[in-house]
């Protein structure tokens, strides 16, 4: 079995499912994928992303603002703290650092992902973190904010091993999207080789960044097989224990998320 650490299923392209969400994620579940994590991105699609996972037993949600949505508006601990608290929610973010496209809201992101730190260390609860040419701030405000023992995970890793060992030993969790078998992405690559088999995830970040052989085409949690696949052979390990330890890794991170597995 296999779970998808990372989608956003509110912004899947359906039309091969004739507009039914229910039947992508059918499409998973013929393919051995038992759990979806819906990830929150902004004040406005969070009640979106939990009216998802109430609706299909496969999903969980995650809750928080993107650093590229902060503009928009940003959530106060006491409302990330009350999200937390509903049904089939299973971490805060997707929240982070952004100095690739959003270098003018920087002070903000930084304010923001430190409230989503605190939340998870109040909450009990991991952090899901973007992070973009901000490899030294991101870290900082780990080492400041985020909880040690329930910690998070660098979603969609795209920066050196250098960043990856440090997060590392702040506990933190490193998942590998559909990035890691493009053929330019030799850094991505080594990563995924390196981190401990007990910290590893792999998503899609759906419907962006489809693995090869889909790349330029609109990705879905399905996908998540190839990126599984290809991790394991990058490792020199058979499919089958890539996907046990990932599950395994998923549900000691996320351990709210295992009550809430389908029948």
């Avoid at 999200?83 to 903000?108: P, Q």
Wanted: hydrophobic content about 40%; some cysteine; overall charge negative.
């Amino acid at each position: 079995m296999l779970v998808d650490s990372h989608c956003h299923l509110d912004r899947l392209k359906l039309e091969p499912y004739d507009g039914d969400l229910g039947a992508a994620i059918a499409a998973a579940r013929a393919r051995d994928i038992q759990q979806l994590l819906c990830i929150g991105i902004s004040l406005e699609n969070i009640p979106t992303v939990m009216a998802i996972a109430q609706t299909h037993p496969e999903v969980v949600c995650s809750v928080g603002v993107h650093p590229c949505d902060v503009k928009s508006g940003t959530a106060s601990l006491e409302q990330l703290l009350t999200w937390a608290n509903k049904d089939k929610v299973v971490a805060f973010g997707e929240t982070g650092l952004d100095y690739h496209y959003e270098t003018e809201s920087a002070e903000l992101q930084q304010e923001s992902f430190a409230l989503h730190l605190e939340a998870g260390k109040q909450a009990g609860l991991p952090v899901v973190v973007h992070t973009r040419d901000a490899q030294e701030d991101t870290l900082r405000l780990i080492r400041e904010h985020a909880s040690e023992t329930h910690a998070g995970v660098l979603h969609c890793f795209t920066e050196d091993w250098a960043m990856a060992s440090r997060a590392l030993d702040m506990n933190f969790y490193v998942s590998m999207s559909g990035i890691v078998t493009f053929k330019n992405a030799k850094q991505v690559q080594e990563v995924a080789q390196k981190v401990p088999i007990d910290r590893l995830l792999v998503e899609t970040d759906s419907p962006y960044l489809a693995p090869v052989p889909y790349r330029g085409k609109p990705n879905e949690p399905r996908m998540v097989r190839e990126v599984a696949e290809y991790v394991a052979e990058l490792r020199g390990i058979a499919f089958e224990e890539l996907a046990e330890r990932t599950t395994e890794n998923f549900y000691r991170l996320f351990p709210r998320a295992k009550d809430h597995l389908p029948h």
